[in-house]
């Protein structure tokens, strides 16, 4: 039996009072459903994984915070890296969903969309208190 099944015996036998095989395998069963459940490919794990980078991340925050869209050489001036990496992070962004890209002529716009922006305003409202 491995370590995790015997901790999950003694758990259910603390919940239950008592313990057997068919308690831990319905419990396993169960665990396997919430993991195909949370763990299925739904793409959260993308937006999550694009702001743990600190560049993406202050684009990503700045664009939600801005007013209006900002070409692209605005946004460099806000991060300190090259002006190659502010392009592959803020195409990282597009391509999570977080940022939308418009191009006028030779410029490129950037905006907050409206998933990044409630991603945002969910973590200000939970971290106010």
Do not use: P
Request: aromatic share 6%.
């Amino acid at each position: 039996m491995s370590k995790s099944t015997a901790r999950l015996r003694r758990l259910l036998a603390d919940e239950l009072g008592e313990c057997c095989e068919e308690d831990v395998e319905r419990r396993l069963t169960d665990l396997e459903s919430l993991a195909d459940d949370a763990f299925a490919d739904d793409g959260i794990q993308s937006v999550f994984a694009v702001l743990g980078n600190d560049t993406r991340y202050r684009l990503a925050r700045a664009l939600s915070v801005a007013d209006d869209e900002r070409c692209v050489c605005e946004l460099e001036a806000l991060v300190d890296v090259s002006e190659s990496a502010v392009s592959h992070a803020l195409s990282d962004l597009v391509d999570a969903g977080l940022v939308a890209r418009r191009k006028d002529g030779n410029w490129r716009y950037y905006e907050s969309t409206d998933l990044a922006d409630g991603v945002f305003a969910a973590a200000e409202e939970e971290t106010a208190e």
